[in-house]
């Protein structure tokens, strides 16, 4: 689980480790802006790298619909993060998934 800690996220994880969650927790600082955060995600969009199983209205819409400037997009934010950790973080040792 990721949890971005610059707006309360230490929190976030000091209640899901009180309530017994047993998930790894990985804490993130956000330390630039959307825009740029999301620029590389978009690039493996781009590449036809990233593909969306099932119905994802509200992401989708946010992901369609979002220019800088506007209010936070918290699920197109998450996204950015998950995707970032799974497919970007040059620190893993192994593919984190599967190409096809």
């Keep these: 689980m990721i949890v971005e800690v610059n707006q309360g996220g230490d929190m976030v ?5 009180a309530t017994g969650v047993r998930l ?3 804490t993130v600082r956000a330390a630039r ?3 740029t955060r999301a620029e590389p995600i978009a690039a493996l ?3 036809g790298k990233v593909v969306h199983v ?6 989708e819409d946010q992901l369609c619909t ?4 506007d209010s936070s997009p918290d699920r197109l934010d998450a996204l950015c993060w ?18 096809y």
Aim: proline letters at 7%.
């Design 13 to 17: 994880s000091s209640v899901l480790r």
């Design 45 to 47: 969009y781009e590449q």
């Design 82 to 99: 998950a995707a970032w950790a799974l497919m970007l973080d040059g620190q893993s040792q192994r593919p984190r998934v599967r190409e």
């Design 66 to 69: 979002w220019t800088p400037g």
């Design 24 to 26: 790894p927790i990985q």
């Design 54 to 59: 099932g119905v994802h209205s509200a992401l």
């Design 33 to 35: 802006g959307k825009y």
